[in-house]
Nanobody, 125 residues
Framework: QLQASGGGLVQAGGSLRLSCAAS??????????MGWFRQAPGKDREFVSA????????DYADSVKGRFTISRDNAKNTVYLQMNNLKPEDTAVYYC??????????????????WGQGTQVTVSS
């Protein structure tokens, strides 16, 4: 029900835009928070960014602040992650994630009900 796309191979300093579409009317109507996590080889999955349904609340991991921008189009049930000035340490599988519950549960406790399939982002030096 979450379909991510937009990953690829890019040189350091380059940009990529990830997209994640939520399908299914019932699912889409009740999703509150959408966002992204990532998992690099040999590391735990980590929070990247989140956006509330209204777009009024947005959060980023410190490691991506100033370089990544999250946005959302509720008419298309889609969340985007614009990634600029990419660094080799951004290399990871990026997972779209969504939750129906409170925003703070998502960003403070990483409560996620729905996961996308992941899209690979590789940044070469």
């Amino acid at each position: 029900q979450l379909q991510a796309s937009g990953g690829g191979l890019v040189q350091a300093g380059g940009s990529l835009r990830l997209s994640c579409a939520a399908s299914g009317r019932t699912f889409s109507n009740y999703v509150n928070v959408m966002g992204w996590f990532r998992q690099a080889p040999g590391k735990d999955r980590e929070f990247v960014s989140a956006i509330s349904r209204s777009g009024g609340r947005i959060d980023y991991a410190d490691s991506v602040k100033g370089r990544f921008t999250i946005s959302r189009d509720n008419a298309k049930n889609t969340v985007y992650l614009q990634m600029n000035n990419l660094k080799p340490e951004d290399t990871a599988v990026y997972y779209c994630a969504a939750n129906r519950g409170p925003y703070d549960d998502y960003v403070r406790r990483f409560v996620v009900a729905y996961w996308g399939q992941g899209t690979q982002v590789t940044v070469s030096s």
